[in-house]
C-alpha cells in the first residue's frame, strides 16, 4: 500500500491538472483545426513539428534549475501551458492556432522532464514503477473527468469554453505545485549528461519519438479527414481508451517491477508493430477505432525508459539524462510531422503508419540489449 507525502500528493495535482488539460486538448483539437479552422495534413505537420521545437529546450530548463527550484519553475511552465490552451477559445486562423500551439508547449516541455525527476524524488523506495504508476493513473483519471465534461457539455459550451476551463484548471495545479519542498534547489548536478553508457535510453527515446510522433500527429486526424468522423464520436472512442488506461496503468507499473523492463518494452512494441500495420492496410473505420485505443494502451510500457535509467544512472544523472532523452525524442519529433504531412499528401496516408511500423521493430531489436539486473549506479 502505497502513503503519499506530502510533497507527492501536491505533484499529483499537478498531474491531475495536466490531466484534465490533455484530455480536453485531445477530445476537441483535431475537430476544432479540421471542422472550424479546415487545415490539410501539410499544414498539421508544419504546426506538430514548430510544436516540437521546444523540446529541443529541456537540456535547458534543467540547467536554470540551479537557481529556480524545480516546484517554482514547474508551477510557472503550467501557468503556460493553461494560457495556451485557453488562447486557442480566441483562434479563426491557421496562424493562430500554431502560435498558441507553441506557447503552450514551452510550457509542457519545461514541465515534461522536471515531472519525472520530481517523481522519482517524492516516491520512496526502490519499485518505482508503482509510484509512476499512481500518477499516470491521476492522470488518467483527470483526463477521463475532462472528456466527460466534453461529452456533456461540448454542445452548451462548445470549443471556446471547454478550452479556457481546461486552460484554467492546469494553471490552478502549477500554482499548488509551487508549494511542494525545494529540496532539489540543492542538488548540484550537471546542466547536460551526455555519456556513453547511456546510448540505449538515448536511442530508444529517439525511436520513442518518430513512432509516437507519428500516432499523436496523424491517428485522429485521419479519422476526422479522411473517415469525416464526427466530434462526438471522436470524444466517446477517446474517453473509452482513457477508461482502460485508468485500470490498467498500477498493473503495468507493478509489472515492470516485477517482470522487468525489457519484456514488458518488447511485449508493448510487438502489439504496436501490428497496430500500426493495422492502420495501413485495414479501411473499416470501426477497426481503426479498436487500433487507436490499443495503441495509447500499449504506450504504457513507456513507463519502463524511466525506471530502466533509474537502475542505470546515479541519483546525480537522473534529472539532466532524462532531459537529454526528451531532447533525443524531439529530434525525432519535429522532423517527422513535417515528412509525414508531405507524405500523406503526395503518397496517402497509409505510408506513415507503415514507417511507424518500421520504427516499432528497430525499437523491438535494440530492447534486447537492456540488462534485467539493477546496475551498481553511484
Not at 28 to 40: M, P
Not at 128 to 148: D, N, P
Not at 283 to 309: K, M, P, R
Request: net charge positive; charged share 10%; glycine share 10%.
Amino acid at each position: 500500500m502505497l502513503t503519499w507525502g506530502r510533497n507527492f500528493r501536491l505533484l499529483a495535482c499537478a498531474v491531475f491538472g495536466t490531466g484534465v488539460f490533455f484530455g480536453i486538448q485531445t477530445a476537441l483539437f483535431y475537430n476544432f483545426i479540421v471542422d472550424r479552422i479546415g487545415i490539410d495534413s501539410v499544414e498539421l505537420g508544419y504546426m506538430e513539428s514548430l510544436r516540437e521545437v521546444p523540446g529541443f529546450l529541456n537540456a535547458f530548463f534543467t540547467a536554470i534549475t540551479i537557481y529556480f527550484a524545480p516546484p517554482i519553475l514547474s508551477g510557472f511552465a503550467l501557468i503556460v501551458m493553461g494560457f495556451g490552451l485557453a488562447a486557442y477559445s480566441q483562434a479563426n486562423v491557421f496562424l493562430e492556432v500554431l502560435i498558441y500551439s507553441f506557447v503552450w508547449s514551452i510550457g509542457f516541455h519545461a514541465w515534461l522532464p522536471l515531472r519525472g525527476a520530481m517523481t522519482l524524488a517524492y516516491s520512496e523506495g526502490d519499485e518505482k514503477g508503482k509510484w509512476l504508476g499512481q500518477l499516470r493513473s491521476v492522470e488518467s483519471f483527470a483526463t477521463l473527468g475532462a472528456i466527460l465534461l466534453c461529452l456533456l457539455a461540448v454542445n452548451a459550451l462548445e470549443f471556446e469554453g471547454l478550452f479556457q476551463i481546461g486552460g484554467g484548471v492546469v494553471a490552478v495545479g502549477g500554482v499548488i505545485l509551487m508549494f511542494a519542498s525545494r529540496q532539489l534547489q540543492a542538488e548540484r548536478e550537471p546542466r547536460l549528461v551526455l555519456r556513453k553508457r547511456y546510448w540505449l535510453y538515448y536511442l530508444l527515446s529517439f525511436l520513442q519519438g518518430c513512432r509516437r510522433q507519428i500516432f499523436i500527429t496523424f491517428a485522429i486526424f485521419a479519422l476526422v479527414k479522411v473517415y469525416g468522423t464526427d466530434r462526438n464520436l471522436i470524444i466517446k472512442l477517446v474517453l473509452i481508451n482513457q477508461v482502460v488506461v485508468l485500470v490498467v496503468a498500477p498493473i503495468a507499473g507493478q509489472l515492470i517491477d516485477k517482470l522487468g523492463e525489457r519484456k514488458m518494452l518488447s511485449a508493448s512494441y510487438i502489439g504496436l508493430f501490428f497496430v500500426f500495420i493495422g492502420y495501413a492496410v485495414l479501411h473499416n473505420a470501426n477497426h481503426l477505432y479498436i487500433l487507436y485505443c490499443i495503441d495509447n494502451f500499449l504506450f504504457i510500457g513507456g513507463i519502463a525508459l524511466t525506471t530502466y535509467l533509474n537502475k542505470i544512472a546515479p541519483k546525480s544523472d537522473l534529472k539532466p539524462t532524462l532531459a537529454m532523452g526528451v531532447t533525443m525524442n524531439h529530434v525525432a519529433a519535429v522532423a517527422v510531422p513535417l515528412i509525414g504531412g508531405l507524405a500523406w499528401k503526395h503518397f496517402g496516408y497509409q505510408v506513415i503508419f507503415i514507417s511507424g511500423a518500421v520504427f516499432v521493430l528497430i525499437s523491438l531489436i535494440a530492447t534486447q540489449w537492456i540488462k534485467t539486473g539493477r546496475s551498481s549506479a553511484s
